[in-house]
Antibody
Framework: QVQLVESGGGVVQPGRSLRLSCAAS????????MHWVRQAPGKGLEWVAL????????YYADSVKGRFTISRDNSKNTLYLQMDSLRADDTAVYYC??????????WGQGTLVSVSS | EIVLTQSPATLSLSPGERATLSCRAS??????LAWYQQKPGQAPRLLIY???KRATGIPARFSGSGSGTDFTLTISSLEPEDFAVYYC?????????FGQGTKVEIK
């Protein structure tokens, strides 16, 4: 069955960087667009970024544009989120999610990023 | 950016009752709206897409309706496992946006 497993979260100081990974299995990863969505503690969902199936097209939320970079390695069935210049308000659980027909039909379990000095 | 406003913020109901959740968009979405369910400590789960289509494996008690700027998620008869937070999301324009959520709690 479809599985998405995020990793790479942790505690990081403001201004530092972190790279998240999302390992995909049991589906043809290279044919699906993928997203990152985050959720601050006790808050709602916030869409972060999208990458097309081939990695050519990328979209970002204004709140992360210029600081975060989404990428993928289809040979490794893995999605990435490079997060630079981290701020306290980036603290959240980060989910990767597959897109089908424009919506997110499968989600990972999430990885927690905590930005604190 | 398209703003999605969900109401009410909290809905207190008993098992077996009907739940009606609303999502209003700041501009027309045509029918490009989805509903997700999220339980504590879990990832969101897709329930409804394109306003009224049930996702794979979703029980028939969940239904979606609406178009343009006004959308509704209806749970015809609440089961104990349906008490959760529900979010709407639009895919009509970038950036993708979510509503702030409606919590359905046990009365």
């Amino acid at each position: 069955q479809v599985q998405l497993v995020e990793s790479g979260g942790g505690v990081v100081q403001p201004g530092r960087s972190l790279r998240l990974s999302c390992a995909a299995s049991a589906f043809s990863f290279s044919t699906y667009a993928m997203h990152w969505v985050r959720q601050a503690p006790g808050k709602g969902l916030e869409w972060v970024a999208l990458i097309s199936y081939d990695g050519v097209n990328k979209y970002y939320a204004d709140s992360v544009k210029g600081r975060f970079t989404i990428s993928r390695d289809n040979s490794k069935n893995t999605l990435y989120l490079q997060m630079d210049s981290l701020r306290a308000d980036d603290t959240a659980v980060y989910y990767c999610a597959r897109e089908t027909d424009g919506y997110n039909d499968y989600w990972g379990q999430g990885t927690l990023v905590s930005v604190s000095s | 950016e398209i703003v999605l406003t969900q109401s009410p913020a909290t809905l207190s109901l008993s098992p077996g009752e009907r739940a009606t959740l609303s999502c209003r968009a700041s501009q027309s979405l045509i029918s490009f709206l989805a509903w997700y369910q999220q339980k504590p400590g879990q990832a969101p789960r897709l329930l409804i897409y394109d306003a009224s289509k049930r996702a794979t494996g979703i029980p028939a008690r969940f239904s979606g309706s609406g178009s343009g700027t006004d959308f509704t998620l209806t749970i015809s008869s609440l089961e104990p496992e349906d008490f959760a937070v529900y979010y709407c999301q639009q895919r009509s324009d970038w950036p993708r946006t979510f509503g702030q959520g409606t919590k359905v709690e046990i009365k």
